[in-house]
């Protein structure tokens, strides 16, 4: 009788380099959790994935040299409060800005009181910069909980996954032991074993392979759905990480968007 080959699905290599690379992944995840606090300790938040440092709120000082801008109400200004969203808003090109400003100082008339509705002018950009600025870092804390939770869960699917390997190789390997003497029997001669005790044993043998079998398939369906879980979640976490970088650089965009309003504003006043 020829001897019969085993050929290994299209898919197996595929399957086993993504698991494994998904199990080593779930491997760093647990080293990133376990520095997360040491992180904490010397001050930085756990929570704040950028390389950018956090800065909660911006100050008005570090890009305005006008005069203050405390306890001004710049939505008394109509025209002011009309402009303001137009110009904090990123779909405003810089140059269109740059227009809308000198036409709004055009018609501020001069001196003092056009220098007063400048200020107001910029008092609105910077108050709604600053608001959309702390909208988005609160959006990255929430995308970056949401990832350290992830990463929690990866580990323990992983953990979970790998118990389940050694329990199917461990039912395998007792269902091999529990066969081979079944099989002994089976050589030996018929006058040493009655026929009916040889009819028995071969129906007990059938049965225990019968059970033997149905929970290593049981088993083996526990294990692939184990092994998608964390296939899946290892995915959605690497994209959501790749997609970190350009998350962390809307902060950036609206300080250096407030920096050249300011400058703009500045420019234009007596």
């Known amino acids: 009788m020829p001897a019969r080959r085993f050929r290994l699905r299209p898919d197996a290599p595929l399957r086993r380099t993504a698991l494994s690379a998904a199990l080593c992944a779930a491997g760093a995840l647990g080293l990133a959790l376990a520095a997360a606090p040491a992180h904490a300790a010397g001050g930085a938040d756990p929570l704040w994935p950028c390389i950018q440092p956090k800065v909660p709120t911006l100050a008005a000082g570090q890009m305005w040299a006008g005069p203050t801008i405390e306890g001004i109400n ?14 904090a808003a990123r779909r405003t090109p810089m140059d269109e800005a740059d227009s809308l400003i000198n036409a709004f100082a055009a018609d501020a ?17 910077f108050d709604e910069i600053n608001t959309q600025r702390s909208r988005i870092l609160a959006g990255i804390e929430r995308y970056s909980k949401h990832q350290v939770d992830l990463s929690k869960r ?40 009655p026929s009916g005790a040889a009819a028995g044993g071969t129906g007990q043998s059938g049965t225990n392979q019968n059970t033997a079998g149905q929970g290593g398939n049981g088993q083996a369906g526990s294990t692939a759905e184990l092994e998608k879980e964390v296939l899946w979640d290892t995915r959605i976490y690497d994209a959501r990480h790749q997609a970190v970088s350009a998350v962390c650089e809307s902060p950036v965009i609206l300080e250096q968007r407030v920096f050249a309003l300011a400058r703009a504003i500045q420019n234009v006043m007596d």
């Not at 008394?76 to 409060?81: F, L, Q, S, T, Y």
């Not at 008339?109 to 950009?125: C, E, I, P």
């Open 74 to 87: 710049w939505h008394d200004d109509p025209k002011v409060a009309e402009l303001v969203p137009i110009l």
């Open 109 to 125: 008339g001069s001196g003092a009181d056009k220098n007063k509705r400048l200020t107001m002018l910029f008092a609105g950009v």
């Open 154 to 193: 990866i580990k323990e699917e992983s953990l979970e996954l790998s118990r389940a390997k050694k329990a199917e190789k461990k039912a395998a390997a007792g269902k091999t032991d529990a066969s081979a003497p079944d099989a002994k029997a089976a050589t030996a001669p018929n006058s040493a074993t």
